[in-house]
Each structure stands twice: as structure tokens, then as C-alpha cells.
């Protein structure tokens, strides 16, 4: 079915390859005949890598996927935004949001990442996002997506595509294993991101061999009250970030 340009499915992305919790509900989207658009909310740039570098790669895959280039917004270059900085951000970043969908034909399904303690921009960015989608009466056609967290882990360890039973009950789509095959092809087209790709990449793997489903949940705009689970966050065992840090970056933005 060729999608129609006002029947929306919106993906928003903290960095360049969060895409890849999200592959076969990109196709199922435009299956349905839903012309998808995507946006990102930081510019992926850190260390030696530049954000064209990572714009480039998430743009090849998107458009493998049959999503148009015109439909691909780097908002946090725009912003200026840089990879681990948008709880640094919300607010520029909130205001982005409220404008873009201002503009948009109202959505008819979006799609953004899970509150589940993995990365502190991806916990920024739920927390936004739900903020602003609460506001205009859109958390009905929201779900979230998991890409890894470290519920029930001990440290270093870590678990990738699995969603939290704290967000509730989980809808489950099966991937074809003609599309897991090509969504590993895709895992494999991330080049500047190989250190991390080295760390995920096996348990994408095993995911798609052992049951290769496309995973997604509810949101509620409560469950920003509480933690994603209970116990370290990722982000808080690898040292980069801490919980106690965002909540109150949360709770100054909904002040």
C-alpha cells in the first residue's frame, strides 16, 4: 500500500542507529499505509565522529527501508545537541517538539524510546516526549520501544531488545526471517558506531535467531513519577550518568 502524506507514523530517536529497535515497525507502518517520519533529537556527534558521519549511515538504512530523505529530521543538530547532552537540553528540545508537531497533520501512531534506565538520553527523550504528546491528547497512539537496560543485571551486564515489566504488557509482532536477516545486514551498517555495535551486535543476534519479534508497550505520562525499575540504571553502572541527575532535570522541565 503506498503510504498517504497525511497519514502520519512518527519515530523519535535520541542517536543515529536507535532506529534498530524499530526496523519491522517501519515496514509495518507503511504497510499500512502510513508515510513514516523520523527525527532525531541530538546530533550523534562524540569524539572523532561528526554528525554527518552518523547522519549518513542512520540515512542509508532508513532509506533501504523505504523511508524518503525529505521525511528524516536531524533536529538535534540542529539544536545543537550532542550525544549524552539532551537531559542538558530539555527544554530547547521540548519547545522543538511542541513546534514540529504544530506543524504536522495530527499522527496517527508514534513510536518512541522506552523508559527502561538503558541510556540517560534515552530516558530524556521518553520523559519529553510523553510530556508534550500528554499535552496534546496523543499518549492513546503512542507506544514505546526497548532497545537495552540492565533490569534484574548485574554489572556489566546488560540485556538488548527486551522491554521492562514495568511499562506493562507487551505487544509482540513476529519478524519474517527474511526481514532478520536483513535488519542484522543493517546492524552491520553503523561504521562509526563499532565499538558499541561490538558490545550489542551478538545479543541482536541471538534475539532474531531465538525469537525475532518486534516488541512494543504503552505509555503513561505516571510512569515518569518513578524510576524505570528498581536498582542501578545502566547509565549509573557504566558511570556516565545518574538517576538522581535526570529526575531533577525531569522535574524542572514540568515545573
Not at 53 to 60: F, G, M, P, V, Y
Amino acid at each position: 500500500m503506498a503510504p498517504d502524506a497525511t497519514r502520519l507514523a512518527l519515530f523519535l530517536f535520541a542517536h543515529q542507529d536507535d532506529e534498530f529497535g524499530v526496523f519491522q515497525q517501519i515496514l509495518d507502518e507503511q504497510a499500512a499505509g502510513r508515510r513514516v517520519v523520523c527525527a532525531y533529537l541530538t546530533n550523534g556527534a562524540v569524539g572523532t565522529v561528526t554528525s554527518a558521519q552518523r547522519n549518513a549511515e542512520s540515512l542509508r538504512v532508513l532509506g533501504d527501508l523505504g523511508v524518503a530523505r525529505a521525511d528524516v529530521v536531524f533536529a538535534g543538530e540542529a539544536l545543537g545537541i550532542a550525544d549524552g547532552a539532551l537531559p542538558h537540553n530539555l527544554r530547547a528540545a521540548s519547545s522543538w517538539l511542541a513546534d514540529w508537531l504544530a506543524g504536522l497533520p495530527r499522527p496517527e501512531a508514534i513510536h518512541v524510546l522506552a523508559w527502561e534506565g538503558g541510556h540517560h538520553d534515552h530516558d530524556a527523550l521518553h520523559a519529553l516526549a510523553v510530556i508534550a504528546l500528554a499535552k496534546l491528547g496523543l499518549l492513546g497512539v503512542t507506544r514505546q520501544f526497548a532497545l537495552y537496560n540492565a533490569w534484574h543485571c548485574s554489572a556489566p551486564f546488560f540485556r538488548v531488545l527486551k522491554p521492562i515489566p514495568e511499562n506493562g504488557p507487551v505487544t509482540a509482532t513476529p519478524v519474517p526471517w527474511r526481514n532478520r536477516l536483513r535488519f542484522l545486514r543493517y546492524c552491520l551498517s553503523y561504521p562509526s558506531q563499532k565499538k558499541t555495535w561490538l558490545g550489542l551486535f551478538p545479543f541482536v543476534t541471538l534475539h532474531y535467531l531465538l525469537g525475532g519479534r518486534q516488541q512494543t508497550q504503552a505509555v503513561t505520562i505516571e510512569r515518569l513519577d518513578s524510576r524505570p525499575y528498581q536498582g542501578a540504571m545502566f547509565y549509573e553502572a557504566r558511570g556516565i550518568y545518574t538517576w538522581d541527575a535526570l529526575s531533577q532535570q525531569l522535574k524542572a522541565l514540568r515545573q
